[in-house]
């Protein structure tokens, strides 16, 4: 019984350990713009991306490079998961504002 | 304004392809109008649902909520259509040599038809939500006048909906030697590629992982964002940059179909076993 306590406390850290893997990256949306718009994250590795949306109107967060398509509402924020990344540059944009919400994420 | 209509359209274009295809699949069923015009009343009234309920569907499932939800209304639109197309390499030469002959095999028919009302109206209700948000976000922001969003918006909607009918209609002029064969062609590809886009939210949510991602980039040549990128996407599929898990289901629905459909035929052509289906 102490065992199988032991071994789930084991896994279960272990878990938490690969969790903790995944990097995190924190975005903001203002004005329909991305801040920052460049974001350099580790390529190879799945990355988790925070993105708050401080506008009051929804916002799209896409990327086709990145495979992403997710709405933030209003005054909200949205995790989103990308990678693991070859190496390059990838561009995303808010759809709903595409003129000025652009940004890169750049994977090394 | 402009800026509004493109964006309207792009939503509304993947869902009349849709509706499109499967009006033209289920030529000769009595009485489909009427449920694909409830699919499309359905599917409507749950976007806007679904638009203002934004905030706490992606709240859920620890903020995957939405990628859950999306996942599991391509899941549903992809069991549908292989019902359809399974049910359909069955009975569909049978409509086409009896299209005057009304009330055959209404039971079946009927169930069939429903099937029909769930995909329309998800396929109006996915697409439509990000309308909703969209036009939403347009007319708190100020940006545009009142009268410019609703232009463009219609712009969009009609420019949408055409590119369905135009596609809709040119189902139609294939001979009816061949209109089965292309409509089940086409939604065998339908469903292919939401399984595969459903595997696309669940690698976003972290649930499933990519593989191989990308198997390939051919976005140098047709890129998802192009018109006509978007075009082959909602007909074929198509992805330029698709993952390893992306293809594996879209790979599997695409074979399961098929074998269902073959099952299907050849479980009809038995005599004995096979319920009756003449009048």
């Known amino acids: ?108 | 304004m402009f800026g509004t209509a493109l964006i309207v359209f792009r939503e509304v274009l993947e869902a009349a392809l849709i509706v499109g295809i499967v009006a033209a699949a289920t030529t000769g069923i009595p009485g489909r109008m009427r449920y694909i015009a409830g699919g499309l009343a359905a599917g409507l009234v749950g976007s806007i649902l679904v638009a203002f309920g934004a905030e706490k569907i992606s709240q859920l499932a620890e903020g995957m909520g939405q990628e859950l939800f999306n996942a599991s209304i391509l899941g549903i639109a992809v069991v549908m259509l292989a019902w359809h197309n399974i049910w359909m390499s069955v009975h569909g030469r049978e409509l086409a040599a009896s299209a005057k002959q009304l009330g055959r095999d209404v039971v079946s028919g009927a169930r069939e038809l429903s099937v029909v009302l769930v995909v329309i109206a998800v396929a109006v209700l996915r697409e439509g939500s990000e309308t909703v948000l969209f036009l939403y976000g347009v007319a708190i922001s100020g940006d545009a006048s009142q009268g410019a969003m609703i232009a463009g918006g219609a712009i969009g909607l009609v420019g949408g909906v055409a590119v369905g009918y135009f596609l809709f209609k040119g189902l139609l002029r294939i001979p009816l030697r061949h209109f089965f064969t292309a409509t089940s062609a086409l939604v065998l590809l339908l469903a292919a590629g939401m399984a595969a886009q459903a595997a696309r939210f669940l690698i976003q949510a972290d649930m499933l992982p990519s593989l191989a991602s990308p198997l390939w980039d051919t976005s140098g040549v047709v890129d998802n964002s192009s018109l006509l990128g978007k075009l082959l996407q909602g007909l074929l599929g198509y992805d330029a940059q698709p993952s390893g898990m992306q293809m594996i289901f879209f790979v599997a629905v695409f074979a399961a179909i098929l074998l269902g459909m073959s099952w299907a035929r050849k479980r009809a052509a038995e005599p004995s076993t096979a319920t009756p289906v003449t009048t």
Not at chain 1, 8 to 17: K, N, P, Q
């Open chain 1, 1 to 108: 019984m102490k065992r199988l306590a032991l071994a789930t406390l084991l896994s279960l850290s272990l878990g938490a350990f690969a969790q903790a893997d995944k990097t995190d990256f924190a975005i903001a949306i203002k004005d329909h713009k991305f801040s920052p718009d460049r974001i350099e994250v580790p390529a190879g590795k799945k990355v988790k991306l925070v993105v708050e949306n401080q506008d009051a109107t929804p916002e799209e967060f896409e990327s086709h490079s990145l495979k992403v398509e997710k709405v933030i509402p209003g005054k909200s924020k949205a995790t989103i998961f990308i990678g693991p990344l070859k190496a390059g540059e990838y561009k995303f944009v808010g759809e709903f504002n595409e003129k000025t919400a652009k940004g890169v994420i750049v994977a090394k």
